[in-house]
Antibody
Framework: QVQLQESGPGLVKPSETLSLTCTVS????????WSWIRQPPGKGLEWIGY???????NYNPSLKSRVTISVDTSKNQFSLKLSSVTAADTAVYYC?????????????????WGQGTLVTVSS | EIVMTQSPATLSVSPGERATLSCRAS??????LAWYQQKPGQAPRLLIY???TRATGIPARFSGSGSGTEFTLTISSLQSEDFAVYYC????????FGQGTRLEIK
């Protein structure tokens, strides 16, 4: 059973960079796409971006200028950096996996999710 | 960006009754539509993908239908554990979610 676990600081100061890591266990990070999604308190879900295990990325256009997602296959981890944060970036941040379907190939819904980690932006 | 609009925002239904949730896309997403269930303090859980295919382990009382711009999630006989927030997500062009429908006990 694949498990994902987010880790990183729970408090970030305005204008600084938010950094989170997702550790994948119970399976290899290789051969899959992996995403970051966030959810402000009491609000809906927003996709941030995804990375392929080889390192290719795709970001939400609304966040693209501030987002970097990277992967470390040796550690079975991928990471998120969000720069120049403001209070509007306060959210629960989830990491998730995109499945591979033997018939249709790579799919872009999410089959496994981490439990999420709350990041608060405040001075 | 494809905008996903869910209705209603809140749905009140009695246990044992049927619930019908709607999701509309601002442009066609073909059948590239997923549904998730989220309970308080938990991550979303995949229910349906490809508009109508149940994910592994999802009970048969959950069904999805639609294509193009109009989609429906139906829960045929509500159980106590089904009261939650439901989100649709399109993955035809970039990835966007609806704002959610809260399913509450009537």
């Amino acid at each position: 059973q694949v498990q994902l676990q987010e880790s990183g600081p729970g408090l970030v100061k305005p204008s600084e960079t938010l950094s989170l890591t997702c550790t994948v266990s119970g399976g290899s990070i290789s051969s899959y796409y992996w995403s970051w999604i966030r959810q402000p308190p009491g609000k809906g879900l927003e996709w941030i971006g995804y990375i392929y295990y080889s390192g290719s990325t795709n970001y939400n256009p609304s966040l693209k200028s501030r987002v970097t997602i990277s992967v470390d296959t040796s550690k079975n981890q991928f990471s998120l950096k969000l720069s120049s944060v403001t209070a509007a970036d306060t959210a629960v941040y989830y990491c998730a996996r995109h499945p591979y379907d033997i018939l249709t190939g790579y799919e872009y819904y999410f089959d496994y999710w981490g439990q999420g980690t709350l990041v608060t932006v405040s001075s | 960006e494809i905008v996903m609009t869910q209705s209603p925002a809140t749905l009140s239904v009695s246990p044992g009754e049927r619930a019908t949730l709607s999701c509309r896309a601002s442009q066609s997403v073909s059948s590239n539509l997923a549904w998730y269930q989220q309970k308080p303090g938990q991550a979303p859980r995949l229910l349906i993908y490809g508009a109508s295919t149940r994910a592994t382990g999802i009970p048969a009382r959950f069904s999805g239908s639609g294509s193009g711009t109009e989609f429906t999630l139906t829960i045929s006989s509500l159980q106590s554990e089904d009261f939650a927030v439901y989100y649709c997500q399109q993955y035809n062009n970039c990835l966007t979610f609806g704002q959610g429908t809260r399913l509450e006990i009537k």
